[in-house]
């Protein structure tokens, strides 16, 4: 079965970095573009990032561009987002999730858990 289990979270302090990690499973990473959404406390889900297959294609929120990247390592069926210049508005659980073709769509079939960041003094 699909699997996506996030790690990587913490609390930093503002200007501070972390790296997130999304191990995936039960399913061919590769064939996939994977995906960055975060929610903030009492809000509403904010897209962050997404990737595509091979790792050459990205994309980023206005939000976090310049300061967050993406990444993937296939060979590990591992996504990464690399976190930097945190601001204490980026205080959000971090989810990584599948991209599925639907149509001339998609959505977003599968999440993982989520990984809590905390950015604080």
């Known amino acids: 079965q699909v699997q996506l289990v996030e790690s990587g979270g913490g609390l930093v302090q503002p200007g501070g970095s972390l790296r997130l990690s999304c191990a995936a499973s039960?399913?061919?990473?590769?064939?996939?573009?994977m995906n960055w959404v975060r929610q903030a406390p009492g809000k509403g889900l904010e897209w962050v990032s997404i990737?595509?297959?091979?790792?050459?294609?990205?994309s980023y929120a206005d939000s976090v561009k310049g300061r967050f990247t993406i990444s993937r390592d296939n060979a590990k069926s591992t996504l990464y987002l690399q976190v930097n210049s945190l601001k204490p508005e980026d205080t959000a659980v971090y989810y990584c999730a599948r991209w599925a073709v639907v149509g001339r769509g998609g959505l977003l079939d599968y999440w993982g858990q989520g990984t809590q960041v905390t950015v604080s003094s």
């Open positions: 039960g399913f061919t990473f590769s064939n996939y573009w």
């Open positions: 990737i595509n297959g091979g790792g050459g294609s990205t």
